[in-house]
């Protein structure tokens, strides 16, 4: 069993900075992708940012591009998060999703079903 914990989650004003972290534990893990997705209230889970293990390659929702930053730790197999000028539209539970299965592409590595693995969420919340 695959254990994705994060981190780093908290309470920040707009234009505010946060940085989330994933770390796994538990059996061995060998990612083909690692990513983060959110869920704001009454909406479905969205992705936000992936990377694909093999070539480091990083990926991103419009909504976040050009604020949210993904990054590895390829030793460890954790990822970040670093969020930049965050909005009250990024109040969201963030979740640290992990693949081991498939390969991904560009298309699939934004879709949910890839993911084996996730975590347990971490509250942002951005104030107005």
């Known amino acids: 069993q695959v254990i994705l914990a994060e981190s780093g989650g908290g309470f920040v004003q707009t234009g505010g900075s946060l940085r989330l972290s994933c770390i796994p534990s538990?059996?061995?893990?060998?990612?083909?992708?690692m990513g983060w997705f959110r869920q704001a209230p009454g909406k479905e889970r969205e992705f936000v940012a992936a990377?694909?293990?093999?070539?480091?390659?990083?990926f991103y929702s419009r909504a976040v591009s050009g604020r949210f930053t993904v990054s590895r730790d390829r030793a460890a197999n954790k990822i970040f998060l670093q969020m930049n000028s965050l909005n009250p539209e990024d109040t969201a539970v963030y979740y640290c999703?992990?693949?081991?299965?498939?390969?991904?592409?560009?298309?699939?590595?934004?879709?949910?079903?890839?993911?084996?693995?996730w975590g347990q969420g971490t509250q942002v919340t951005v104030s107005s």
């Open positions: 999703a992990g693949a081991s299965r498939v390969r991904p592409i560009a298309s699939t590595i934004r879709t949910h079903q890839i993911y084996d693995y």
């Open positions: 990377i694909r293990w093999a070539d480091n390659n990083a």
């Open positions: 538990g059996t061995t893990f060998s990612p083909t992708a």
